[in-house]
C-alpha cells in the first residue's frame, strides 16, 4: 500500500522497529521447532518491507528501488532460500564442513606426487629468497613477508614459481602484495623481462607499493575484469601465468563467473592459473564462516575441476603442508608463519 506521490504510509521510525521485530523473530525462530515455517513467514514479512521501502522516497520514476539504488535482501540470513547461512546452520551442519577429508575429493585429482617432485625442484632456490618479514632492508623491495593480504606462503611459492618458469607475460586479477612480489623477482632474478599486465578496479593498494618509473613499465587496468577484452588472455602462452584474486563470490555478471565461465576456457595449454583464499577440501576456514563470508568461489573452482581432464593441479602448498609437514618446515621455512591460501592449476589441453 502507498499513499499518493508513490510515498510509504511508514515513517523510517516505524521501518526501523518492524526490521527489529524481524531480526528478533529469526533469532527467536532458529530456537524453536518448526522454525522453517516461522523463517517463511518472517521472509514474507521482510519481502513486504521491502516493496514498502522501494515504493518509497525515490523510487518514483526511477524504477521501484529504494536508498538510492540500493534494495533489501528479499530472503534474510538463515533462509533456505538465502546464499548467507545461519549461525544455527552452522552448527548444525559443523561436521559436514570441518569433517571432510581434503586428500579425498571426489573427481579431483590432487597430483600429490607431481606436487612432491615440483618441491623438490624449488627447495634449492629459496638459499636466496631476498625478502624479510616486516621490510627490514632498508626499504630495497617492495615486498615484505608479513602483510594482511599475501603473506608468506603465498608470497614464498609465487616467488620461487616465477623463478622456476621464467614467463613471458604474467596478467594478476587483483593487485597488490603478490604484484609487489612478482616486480621484486623479476627485477631481482628475471633481469625485468617479465610484461606485467595488473587488472584492478581499486588500485590504490597497488600504486602505494609502486616505485617511481613503475608505471611506465607495467600495464594497469583500473577496471573490472568483465570489461576487459578476453583478447587479453588469450595472448598468455605456454609458461606464462594468470593470477586470480577477485572478490570470491559467485553472483549475476559478476567478476568471478566471468573468469571461470568466459577466461578460463580461453586460455592456451600450459597456461598457468593461481586462485587465492583456496583451503584445502576447498572449504572456507570456519571462523570466516562464522563471520558471515558466505563465499563461493571455493565450491565453484572444486565443481570446476571435477573430471575435468583440461586442467590440472600443479601445487597447493597449503595442502602439502598437511601432507608433508616436516619436509615443508625443513625446505621452506617461512611457509610455516603462514601457510597461505594459494593454488596453482596448469591447462593441459
Not at 142 to 167: E, S
Not at 298 to 307: D, E, G, I, M
Amino acid at each position: 500500500m502507498t499513499l499518493a506521490g508513490g510515498r510509504s504510509p511508514l515513517s523510517s521510525s516505524a521501518m526501523e522497529a518492524l526490521h527489529r521485530l524481524a531480526s528478533r523473530l529469526t533469532e527467536t525462530a532458529g530456537r524453536l521447532t518448526g522454525r522453517s515455517a516461522l523463517q517463511g513467514r518472517i521472509a514474507t514479512l521482510e519481502a513486504q518491507l521491502g516493496r514498502l521501502e522501494g515504493a518509497g522516497d525515490g523510487a518514483g520514476a526511477a524504477g521501484g528501488t529504494a536508498l538510492a539504488g540500493e534494495t533489501r535482501e528479499l530472503y534474510p540470513t538463515g533462509h533456505f532460500y538465502s546464499a548467507v547461512p545461519s549461525r544455527q546452520h552452522l552448527e548444525r551442519y559443523r561436521d559436514l564442513v570441518l569433517g571432510q577429508d581434503p586428500l579425498r575429493i571426489a573427481g579431483v585429482e590432487l597430483h600429490l606426487d607431481e606436487q612432491r617432485a615440483l618441491l623438490d625442484e624449488l627447495a634449492p632456490l629459496v638459499a636466496d629468497v631476498p625478502f624479510s618479514d616486516h621490510g627490514e632492508d632498508g626499504g630495497r623491495w617492495r615486498y615484505h613477508f608479513h602483510n594482511d593480504f599475501f603473506a608468506y606462503a603465498d608470497g614464498l611459492f609465487l616467488h620461487l614459481l616465477l623463478r622456476h618458469l621464467r614467463p613471458s607475460h604474467v596478467v594478476e586479477v587483483g593487485s597488490g602484495f603478490s604484484s609487489a612480489c612478482l616486480l621484486d623477482t623479476s627485477e631481482a632474478f628475471l633481469g625485468g623481462e617479465v610484461q606485467f599486465t595488473f587488472v584492478e578496479p581499486y588500485d590504490d593498494r597497488l600504486r602505494s607499493l609502486l616505485r617511481p618509473g613503475d608505471e611506465a613499465r607495467v600495464e594497469i587496468r583500473n577496471e573490472e575484469v568483465q570489461r576487459v577484452p578476453l583478447d587479453l588472455f588469450r595472448r598468455l602462452g605456454p609458461g606464462d601465468l594468470l593470477l586470480i584474486d577477485s572478490t570470491h563470490t559467485v553472483k549475476a555478471a559478476g567478476d568471478v563467473n566471468w573468469l571461470f565461465f568466459e577466461v578460463l576456457p580461453e586460455l592456451a595449454p600450459g597456461v598457468l592459473v593461481h586462485v587465492h583464499d583456496i583451503f584445502p577440501g576447498f572449504e572456507y576456514h570456519w571462523p570466516w564462516l562464522e563471520q558471515g563470508r558466505a563465499w563461493a568461489e571455493s565450491y565453484l573452482l572444486r565443481a570446476f575441476l571435477q573430471y575435468n581432464s583440461a586442467f590440472e593441479i600443479v601445487l597447493w602448498p597449503s595442502l602439502m603442508v598437511g601432507v608433508e609437514a616436516e619436509s615443508i618446515a625443513a625446505r621452506f621455512p617461512q611457509a610455516m608463519a603462514n601457510i597461505g591460501g594459494s593454488i596453482y592449476l596448469r591447462r593441459r589441453r
